[in-house]
């Protein structure tokens, strides 16, 4: 163990956080070493068109705009490594970041390894990913043109997917578990009043139906016990997302539904040396351009630390 290279600082997590981290790090000469991941690039490798990325004023394309960070970290001497990190041990230093057998030290380590949509869990709906159920309005609600659609969720983000899609869909059906919101009283009432949407009540999709493509649902009512076809084209599941912290349980400080905690206004987190950005730390704003962000502070987060401990190599 003695004579292993110990790195300055590992990225953990190929987003806008990740590559901005690298970007950054890269050029204050730390040689980050990232690992991307089996996905490189994150959430943003199934979206198509960004236009509210600052910079990008004809918008571009998601994975088209990943190719870029990516590009602009190597140029500068970040080391990828398209693997994705297994299991960590930040209880002493030099820390310990494993990949399988690989075992790789690091001074620092910059977590980005961002959230994933939660989806219902029900056979069918895996069957029709891509075929008419989606996780992301803004990415493919131009898809359902003139066609009903319906979104499961009644948080915020269904709220703002299913007045996303009133622009393109005859008619939106909000299916919600509960029989009132969660969502902000701004929100929920831009949805209860608008003429294109219809809120069902305490119920659940149990089936998604078609042929090649989603042509109903099987939608359960909980109270009445009772069981309808409702006939759409797209289903929108935004029921939250989960983030990708399973490996740092144990490790760092996590809130109640596993986002990394960290100190207001940085990217420290509960241990010395360990850094998160992106949306692995935030449940709130979830933007590329928020990720990309904090990608930045985490990069100089760390690079003063090692100054501060003498230990920049
Ligand atoms: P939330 O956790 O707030 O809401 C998730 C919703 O999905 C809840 O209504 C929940 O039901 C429902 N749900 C969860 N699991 C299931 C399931 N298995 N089956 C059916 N329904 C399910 O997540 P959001 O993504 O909506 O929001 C996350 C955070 O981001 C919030 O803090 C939100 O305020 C914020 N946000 C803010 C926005 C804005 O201000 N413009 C836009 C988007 C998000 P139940 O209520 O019964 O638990």
Redesign the pocket.
Known sequence: MSDMNVENVVIVGSGPAGYTAGIYSSRALLKPLMFEGDQPGGQLMTTTDVENYPGFAEGILGPEMMEVFKKQAERFGTRMIPKTVTKVDFSKRPFKVMAGDEVYLANTVIISTGATA?Y??IPSEKKYMGKGVSACATCDGAFFRNVEVAV?????????EALFLTRFATKVYVI???DE????KI?ADKVLSHPKISVIWNS?VVEVQGEKLVKSLKVRNIVENSTTDLKVDGLFV????KPNTDIFAGQLELNN?GYIITKPGTTYTSVDGVFACGDVQD??Y?QAVTAAGTGCMAAIDAERWLEKQHLKR
């Open positions: 939660k219902l869990g499961v969720g009644g948080g915020d983000t269904a709220m703002e919600h578990r509960r919101f969660r969502a902000s929100m659940e935004a029921i939250g997302h539904v449940p709130t979830r």
